[in-house]
């Protein structure tokens, strides 16, 4: 198991490095650092609940009903990333005003033949909202991916323990490579 207390004091570490440096090259490493200590967390999260998913699987895969309390194992092991990202992202408003000032700024430079000052303007806003809206788009597929499952956990027959036998099954086995 790793020590997460040297795993962040060294991300401390590097953040500091990277705003000391404020170089472009910095700040694609600090990601890519950011994307692999995710990855350390979902690995140790599925270490510390995959017992539990096996017996979950065990019983999806027989006759006997699954209680309130393995439904939530089950809701947290599938989508609790999604609903977590999903309750702390605290920029969604501020994006969709950040779309409005963007679609109000393209608004102005409407013309019928942008010359290359505009043109370059005009690429620049585009970017910026097809960024802006790339973040709007992920938090909502969080939303809906937490809704989906919330609706399809309800009422589970026989086909439907089946298909979740499998998806579990598949995250389980993920965790032995």
């Not at 690995?43 to 979950?56: C, N, P, T, V």
């Not at 194992?73 to 963007?102: C, S, T």
């Not at 970017?127 to 609706?151: G, H, M, N, P, W």
């Amino acid at each position: 198991m790793a020590d997460f207390t040297q795993i962040f004091s060294k991300l401390n570490e590097d953040f500091s490095d990277t705003m000391q440096k404020d170089s472009g090259e910095a700040y694609g490493k600090l990601s890519t650092i950011f994307e692999e200590l995710g990855g350390v967390l979902r690995e140790h999260f599925q270490e510390l609940m995959g017992d539990e998913m096996i017996a979950i699987v065990k019983k999806l895969n027989g006759d006997d009903p699954i209680t309130e309390e393995e439904k939530e194992k089950i809701r947290i092991w599938v989508v609790g990333d999604a609903e977590y990202y999903a309750n702390m992202e605290n920029n969604v408003e501020d994006w969709k005003l950040e779309m409005k000032r963007l679609m109000e700024e393209i608004n102005i430079l409407q013309v019928k033949d942008p010359d290359v000052v505009t043109s370059l303007k005009l690429r620049a806003l585009f970017r910026d909202a097809s960024r802006t809206l790339a973040d709007i788009f992920y938090f909502k597929q969080q939303k809906d991916r937490v809704a989906r499952f919330e609706e399809s956990i309800q009422m589970i027959d026989q086909s439907e323990r089946q298909i979740l036998a499998k998806l579990l099954e598949q995250k389980i086995r993920f965790l032995e490579f």
